[in-house]
């Protein structure tokens, strides 16, 4: 049994269930895991996970062993227990983004998400402090303007889909994005084909943008400021500006859309009852520069999720806030709102967010937690009407844990986490100045225009010595030494694959 993905960053809660996990991307690795099992597709069990824990980016848990301090409960470390064990599992990337699907597996009946889906880039350089995706996807990789208009046209004529969806985790940010919208509106009719471009900031060159892929069709437009005054957006390394985002909504209001919905979070560190309260003070302005282009038609919809702390990132070392904090800091947001007319306000359940909050910075021993509750009939927990909390909490007390202790207790600097020998690249030491930083309000500004070293040209410098300048948004690798290795193929040579990739990607070979 194996898995990968996001979730596996902290592979250690599900370490009983999974015999290994993939780190990182997928894309090469699997063609090794193939090629591994293979060899070994004879032999026992013992043997094959030895083999597979050869492969860089591979984690098999079985030959790990937490160890604990008695006295507080937590780790002292995670051994090796065979040699084929690396001690630190570096996630697996790949120099550039191979050429994209364009030949789906198309259902026969309608599907939730009916769409194909294009990566138009990976990474993020942002930093916001909270984001697991922005940490663990890093560097920053383009895909060429010319390979997605290819892809587009190709998707179209196999498959026929009706809806596109290009993706990525900061859409404004891809460089090209201008000529892409551009070219893509004037060679198809909005009314066959419907192009959606999630994750847009908060300018209005996303209005305009919007506006050229929507044509008639204008739903509802989305942003996710996070939270609603500057000096927390600073905190969580989100600064905009709240008159940028008014600006952005009348120009949103004036294009034609008639609902806006903002995504907030509450509980984030620092925060105030004055950061909750400016929540609807913000929504009631958005929803008055609504009103005067639309009247009584115009909408605001706000969804108001918990902050929950993330392995990987600065706010790694946050606490969740405690449950009656988050129904109070809720039921103050909808008094605050008061009622207001054309303001819809959804909110989530504090008990699945302390559930994710456990699972999330969890640890080995929470495999006979998770078991405990599937046996007491916890099953698609994320589906609102299946969720049993109670089940997940008897199963606690079962195994003498306590949810509260994985959830809210205070992270000391040098506290050993059950992920520290899982690497994403971004240095621990970093992630550590960074956290300081946030409390301090300090800003770092997008990492395309000043590189902070966050430890990804340290993870990956044979990599970076290998790929263009121009294809990763990280400063190339400057050292001389590395670049003679990298020239004499003594670090990673150009493998036919990469090589191959580069051409379709037509990223000049330097
Ligand atoms: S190495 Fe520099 S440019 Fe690259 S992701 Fe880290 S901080 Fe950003």
Redesign the pocket.
């Known amino acids: 049994v194996m898995a990968g993905g996001n979730a596996t960053f902290n592979p250690e809660p599900m370490a009983d269930f999974i015999d290994f996990f993939v780190i990182g991307e997928g894309e090469d690795v699997v063609l090794e895991i193939v090629q591994a099992y293979r060899e070994v597709r004879r032999a026992d069990r013992e043997t094959q996970l030895r083999r597979m824990a050869q492969i860089p980016g591979v984690y098999v848990p079985r030959f790990y062993a937490p160890r604990y301090y008695a006295e507080d409960g937590t780790l002292s470390g995670i051994e090796p227990l065979v040699d084929e064990a690396a001690p630190f599992i570096t996630k697996r990337i790949v120099p550039l983004l191979p050429p994209p699907v364009t030949r789906f597996i198309l259902p026969h009946t309608d599907v939730v998400f009916n769409r194909a889906s294009v990566e138009i880039q990976r990474g993020c350089?942002r930093g916001c402090r909270f984001c697991h995706a922005g940490m663990v996807f890093?560097?920053?990789r383009e895909r060429s303007l010319a390979e997605l208009l290819e892809t587009i046209d190709a998707i179209v004529r196999e498959t026929g889909h009706e809806e596109i969806g290009l993706l990525s985790l900061s859409s404004s940010d891809y460089t090209q994005i201008a000529p892409l919208v551009k070219a893509i509106a004037e060679k198809y009719d909005p009314r066959t084909l419907s192009i959606s471009l999630p994750s847009l900031r908060i300018e209005s060159f996303s209005a305009e943008l919007a506006d050229m892929l929507a044509g008639g069709r204008k739903t509802g437009f989305t942003f996710a400021p996070e939270a609603a005054t500057d000096r927390l957006r600073e905190v969580i390394n989100k600064p905009i500006p709240t008159q940028s985002l008014l600006e952005t909504a009348e120009e949103v209001y004036r294009r034609g859309w008639q609902l806006i919905k903002l995504y907030f979070m509450i509980g984030q560190p620092t925060e105030t009852d004055e950061d909750v309260r400016a929540i609807a003070r913000l929504a009631k302005e958005v929803y008055r520069i609504g009103k005067k282009h639309h009247g009584r038609r115009a909408k605001v919809r706000i969804g108001v999720s918990t902050f929950v702390p993330k392995p990987h990132t600065p706010f790694q070392w946050a606490s969740l806030c405690p449950l009656d904090e988050i129904a109070r800091k809720q039921l103050l947001l909808r008094e605050e709102l008061g009622g207001a007319r054309g303001i819809l306000y959804n909110w989530n359940n504090p008990e699945e967010s302390l559930l994710e909050a456990v699972l999330s910075r969890g640890d080995r021993r929470l495999g006979a937690v998770i078991r405990g509750a599937w046996e007491r009939g916890a099953k698609f927990d994320a589906w609102g009407d299946q969720f049993r909390p109670q089940a997940w909490w008897d199963a606690f007390a079962a195994e003498g844990l306590d949810p509260a202790w994985y959830a809210h207790r205070p992270r000391l600097a040098d506290e050993v986490f059950p992920w520290d020998h899982i690497g994403a690249g971004?240095e621990k030491r970093w992630l550590l100045m960074d956290w300081y930083a946030s409390q301090r309000g300090e800003v770092k500004v997008d990492?395309?225009n000043h590189?902070?070293?966050?430890?990804?040209?340290t993870a990956f410098k044979g990599i970076r010595a290998n790929t263009p300048p121009q294809a990763w948004?990280?400063?190339p690798v400057r050292n001389p030494r590395w670049q003679q290795l990298a020239e004499a193929g003594e670090i990673i040579g150009l493998t036919p694959v990469v090589r191959e990739n580069m051409k379709r990607a037509r990223v000049p070979e330097v």
């Open positions: 350089t890093r560097p920053v971004v990492c395309r590189c902070y070293h966050c430890g990804i040209l948004q990280c400063p």
